[in-house]
């Protein structure tokens, strides 16, 4: 039986978290996001066009009308 590699995003990153599944380049599945960023999860819901910044201690929400522009 030949040995195969091990998936790589099943492999520790630099920060010792696997690796996300990602959708395309850069976008990681919703999935995991209650893993590694839960102050986002109550965003989830804001309407095409806002945007929001969220760490410790702060939240940040505001409408940005150029996501728009497509």
């Known amino acids: 039986m030949e040995a195969t590699a091990p998936d790589p995003?099943?492999?520790?990153a630099a920060h010792g978290r696997p690796e996300p599944l990602?959708?395309?380049?850069g976008?990681?599945?919703v999935a995991h996001l209650a893993d590694w960023c839960?102050?986002?999860?109550?965003f989830l819901g804001l309407p095409p066009?806002?945007?929001?910044?969220?760490?410790?201690?702060?939240?940040d929400v505001w409408?940005?009308?150029?996501?728009?522009?497509t």
């Open 27 to 29: 976008i990681p599945l």
């Open 9 to 12: 995003r099943s492999q520790p």
């Open 38 to 42: 839960p102050l986002a999860l109550k």
């Open 22 to 25: 990602r959708l395309c380049v």
């Open 49 to 59: 066009g806002w945007r929001f910044l969220v760490a410790e201690g702060h939240e």
């Open 63 to 69: 409408e940005d009308p150029t996501l728009l522009d």
